[in-house]
């Protein structure tokens, strides 16, 4: 459904009781009974998960699956699918200027992007109260997954080049992918860029802050907002840089300090995070997850732009005795 989301952005700024926005999507493969190989494969199933997370969490917007392997495949890279962990990326598909000049774009819709977009576009019908946010990779975590993540590091200093022609050609095909998205009715794009967060600040203001500043130019409008996600621990270092890019939102991971994000943004800029989704609702109990997700709230609640969320996507086995912990500590923080 269209929203006016600057609107939207505004409303939960002035809110004093915010709702969580953790990236929780995964995990639906336990309230369905299928494995993750199904959910990435079936656009329907999607959706139904989709919805059936958002009839189980009083959530401020329902995000799709952040799956940083489908574009990779899009392109032709070969991933590893498991019926109970996320997919990922095997091998690359560049390592040479020759290689990189003769990679093809492919058109949006290639590979499983055509699932995940009518997935999209069938869970914005079935889901009215909130927004609906699409997962996408950022540009230097789709370079990076095509060069090969150590390697990528490496050609940064070696052949600069060959590293920023492949930029181009992921971040072309990630403005198509989310013009598409936005046709298919979502109300925004979460970009992940979680390998920029392994650069030196000096490297990830060359290659990756311009090309999501780009996407950004490209893609948000009233109707349709860009939210950046990175996990990194350099990402307070390369701050200035980030907010450079000009995104609607900004999520960050557990490896930082909230805090010390918050106190380094602008008042009426939004910021999500962190709390630890490996280490709480992966692996946690009820009580610990209480307690982190409570002592966060304690420390960055009083923040009118902070929005409580995990530090990245939920693992798709995580318990929903977890998940429920996390949001039932939120209501009763809000509450007192």
Same mark, same amino acid.
């Given at each position: 459904m269209k929203r006016d989301m600057y609107t939207w952005l505004k409303e939960v700024q002035g809110e004093t009781v915010k709702n969580p926005m953790p990236i929780l999507s995964f995990p639906a493969i336990q309230l369905l009974g299928i494995s993750v190989k199904e959910l990435i494969s079936d656009s329907d199933l999607q959706a139904k998960g989709m919805k059936a997370v958002a009839d189980r969490v009083v959530s401020l917007a329902s995000v799709s699956l952040m799956d940083l392997s489908v574009e990779a495949e899009?392109?032709?890279?070969?991933?590893?699918? +498991?019926? =109970?962990?996320?997919?990922?990326?095997?091998?690359?598909? *560049? +390592?040479?200027?020759?290689?990189?000049?003769?990679?093809?774009?492919?058109?949006?819709?290639?590979?499983?992007?055509?699932?995940?977009?009518?997935?999209?576009?069938?869970?914005?019908?079935? #889901?009215?109260?909130?927004?609906?946010?699409?997962?996408? #990779?950022g540009p230097f975590s789709l370079a990076g997954r095509l060069l090969d993540v150590t390697e990528a590091m490496i050609y940064c200093y070696e052949d600069p080049d060959m590293v920023?022609?492949?930029?181009?050609?992921?971040?072309?095909? #990630?403005? /198509?992918?989310?013009?598409?998205?936005?046709?298919?009715?979502?109300?925004?794009? *979460? *970009?992940?860029?979680?390998?920029?967060?392994?650069l030196s600040? /000096?490297?990830?203001?060359?290659?990756?802050?311009?090309?999501?500043?780009?996407m950004v130019e490209a893609l948000q409008e009233e109707d349709f907002l860009v939210i950046y996600h990175n996990c990194g621990n350099n990402t307070v270092q390369m701050l200035d840089s980030i907010l450079s890019t000009g995104c609607a939102a900004y999520h960050f991971g557990n490896a930082v300090s909230m805090k010390d994000i918050l106190e380094r943004v602008p008042s009426d800029?939004? *910021?999500?995070?962190?709390?630890?989704?490996?280490?709480?609702?992966?692996?946690?109990?009820?009580? +610990?997850?209480?307690?982190?997700?409570?002592?966060?709230?304690?420390?960055?609640?009083?923040?009118?732009?902070?929005?409580?969320?995990?530090?990245? =996507?939920?693992?798709?086995?995580?318990?929903?005795?977890? #998940?429920?912990?996390?949001?039932? /500590? /939120?209501?009763?923080?809000?509450?007192?």
């Open positions: 899009c392109f032709g890279s070969t991933i590893r699918v +498991s019926d =109970d962990e996320v997919p990922t990326v095997v091998g690359s598909l *560049v +390592s040479t200027m020759e290689e990189a000049q003769a990679l093809p774009v492919p058109p949006v819709g290639a590979g499983r992007t055509g699932i995940y977009l009518d997935a999209i576009r069938k869970a914005s019908e079935r #889901i009215l109260d909130r927004p609906v946010f699409a997962g996408v #990779i920023h022609l492949v930029l181009r050609k992921a971040t072309d095909f #990630i403005i /198509a992918y989310g013009r598409a998205y936005r046709e298919a009715g979502a109300n925004g794009i *979460v *970009v992940a860029e979680p390998l920029a967060g392994m600040p /000096a490297l990830e203001e060359e290659f990756s802050a311009p090309y999501v500043k780009e800029v939004m *910021v999500m995070g962190n709390v630890d989704p490996a280490g709480q609702i992966r692996n946690g109990t009820p009580q +610990s997850v209480e307690q982190a997700t409570r002592e966060l709230l304690e420390e960055c609640g009083s923040f009118s732009n902070f929005v409580l969320s995990t530090g990245c =996507d939920v693992p798709p086995m995580s318990r929903w005795e977890n #998940i429920d912990a996390f949001f039932q /500590a /939120a209501e009763a923080y809000w509450r007192r």
